[in-house]
């Protein structure tokens, strides 16, 4: 029986943000299919019990800890990752995010820049250092840019965010362009409303039911429903696939205006 396309048996991974949430869920995806995975984020010691609950579980786990603003952070976290895991990363999971929470006119510089430096910088710093590497040995690689159904629509009090996060969908498809000929594929994954921890209160109050009925599912998205669309892109299932952004949001960017 031939093995299946979707495993990832001696690839090894980066994922940003990986401290909880959807970061933290998509290593344990990467890691049941056979990837050692790499867990990224700014403080370490967050990382710590996550790392041993995966590798009690029978998995390949490490932790490195990264600025995905700064460049130097990441010059650095690349590399001991390819320390901790022998060799070079050839699967990219470029999930550091933040959302800001004020409308336009309020937005100030400084939230400005956090945002856009996180979601777009970040992920460009990233990408360019795994890609760097992965060009130098001549070896193929997957890029993921998690992207948001708000970089092809947009929401109130979000404005960096859009901007981010539409901003990242179009680098995905230049990257894709510029590194094809390199053999690495770089695509997006754009979520709907998926609940993690962070978001569960707000959408049991009012405000997040009335968003939630916008939705045409009617529900949420649940974390395990992602999983499918990223080891399509992350697996040779998804070989001949790059500059795609596969949006995963019940219909919601189908809805009415």
Known sequence: MSASPFQLEG?????TGASGGLGLHFAGVLARVGAEVVLAARRVDMLAAEVSRLRASGVRAHAVALDVT??????AAVAEAEALTGGVLDVLVNNAGVSGEHFFLEVEEAEWDSVVDTNLKGAYLVARAVARRLVERGTPGSIINIASILGLRVGGAVSP????KAGLIHLTKAMAFEL??????????????IETDFNREFFAREAGQKLVARIPFRRLGHMRELDGPLLLLASEAGSYMSGSVLEVDGAHLCSTL
């Open 11 to 15: 690839r090894r991974a980066l994922i």
């Open 70 to 75: 700064r460049s130097e952070s990441v010059q």
């Open 161 to 164: 965010y859009c901007a981010s």
């Open 180 to 193: 094809a000929r390199h053999k690495i594929r770089v695509n997006a994954l754009a979520p709907g409303y």
